[in-house]
Structures are given as C-alpha cells and as structure tokens.
C-alpha cells in the first residue's frame, strides 16, 4: 500500500458466505471502508495493514452492509456517511443526489448518486474511476426489488450506465457465477455474455473474485441493464406478452430472476 495520494487503491474484505466489504486507501494509513456488515474482518486487515479507519460510507440500510458500522466507529471515530434514512443510525451526515462526498485525509471526493429500487433510500458513490454501487448494480444482475419499483429500478440502472464505460464496478456480493447462469436463459446467444459465463465460472474453480467488473462490460452482458435490447424484450414476452421495452420488460425479468 504504497502509492501516491490520490490514487485509490480499493481492498475486498470478504464478509459472511459472499459479501465483499470494499477498503479504499490511498498509500497512506488513513483509508474508508463502504458497507461494513460485520466489523470484525476490517479491524483484522486494519491490524495487520497499520491502517486508520477514517470513514465509513454505507450504501443501504440492510443489515449485511450497516451491521459492523457502529463498533467500527466506537472502536476508530470514523464518521459515518450514508443515506437519508433513519434506520442508519449514527450517521454523521445523510447525502442526497448531486452532492460530494469528500474524504480530506485520502485526498478523495465521490459524486453521490440516488439509486433506489432495491431500497427506497439506495445511494451509490461514484469517482476516481470507480463505482461503488452496493446492491442496486451486480455483475450480471441487479438488487431484488424489495422497496422499490421496476420503474425506479430502470431510472437507477440507467443513471450507472450513463457513467463512462471504464468504470469499475464495486458491487457488494459474488453473485455472478449464479446471475451468469440466468442471464445464458434470458440470451443464450450472447456471445459477449458467453465468454463472460465461461471466465466467471474459471475463476470460481480458483476461488478467485469475479468483481470489479468494467461497467462497459455489464452493458453487454447484465439481462438487467439491457432491458431495452430487442433480445431480452423477446425474452420478456414469451413469459408475458405485450410487455414494453424498459421497465416492464425489467420488471418480468426481475421476477423471473426470483424464482429462477
């Protein structure tokens, strides 16, 4: 951990079966952590990195990503920046869409955008060429809708694939081996999505990470954020015709996903 300030250097802390708690330094000892659901992994690789936790940035409210926050920050004094949401308690500061997120001792700031569908009051944090995106955005899938709508779902998913395309893509979960095997039923023609299946599934066989992901990438191959691509609309209506490209094609998809 030994570069020049500014340039972020991100750490997968994995958590519980398949959670990924993400750390952000800079080559200093000060870092951030971003969703820490249990707080026992980030003071290990604290320990042994030397590293002060300075901030805590936390995407949604769900116990998997807000479980560790609190003794993390009795144990560093890292404030806390999150959602507006009342069921983050402890948060230093809420932040809305549009706004920045700056952390003076990494030399960083990130954009906050508002990405709800998964939860009501989903954000995600986007600079320095990295997208930390929690639940809303997975490699080769998407966050099931528990609060919000398939509408709200394709504004947030439109609003990440807008961002340039070599973004890299910190999502909260290794769920791609599971959402690669989906995404072949609803385009089994894909040849991007093909060779992606077949990379995900090596990389499991060495226990390896499948994520970040290049946001580029998820474009030609996540059935969810190609809900407007004549393929997945077809897909959409052999399980329900007459579906519109978009939202409803998405939200068939989704729900196809949930019992897949």
Request: proline share 6%; aromatic share 6%.
């Amino acid at each position: 951990m030994n570069h020049h300030k500014g340039v972020i250097e991100v750490t997968a802390i994995p958590a519980f079966s398949d959670n990924y708690i993400w750390l952000i330094s800079t080559g200093g000892t000060s870092c951030a952590v971003v969703d820490p659901g249990d707080a026992q992994p980030v003071v290990d690789v604290l320990n042994e990195h030397g590293l002060d936790l300075d901030y805590i940035l936390i995407t949604h409210h769900h116990p998997d990503h807000i479980g560790g926050m609190r003794r993390l920050q009795k144990l560093s004094g890292a404030e806390i920046y999150g959602p507006h949401d009342t069921r983050i308690p402890g948060q230093n500061r809420m932040f809305n869409e549009g706004e920045t997120v700056s952390l003076p001792k990494l030399g960083l700031e990130f954009g906050v955008l508002e990405v709800p569908g998964h939860t009501s009051t989903h954000i995600a944090f986007y600079g320095h060429g990295s997208l930390f995106c929690g639940d809303t955005l997975f490699s080769v899938g998407c966050g099931r809708l528990f609060e919000g709508s398939p509408a709200q779902m394709q504004t947030s998913l439109d609003k990440l694939a807008a961002l340039p395309p070599e973004t890299s893509v910190y999502c909260a979960h290794e769920y791609t081996l599971s959402n690669c095997k989906f995404a072949l039923a609803v385009e089994p023609d894909n040849p991007d999505l093909i060779r992606r299946a077949r990379q995900v599934e090596l990389a499991r066989t060495q226990a390896e990470r499948t994520v970040p992901s290049r946001l580029g990438e998820e474009i030609a191959v996540n059935p969810f954020l190609r809900c407007r691509q004549e393929t997945v609309v077809a897909a959409a209506r052999k399980r329900q015709a007459g579906v519109e490209a978009g939202a409803e094609t998405l939200a068939v998809i989704r729900a196809w996903k949930d019992s897949f």
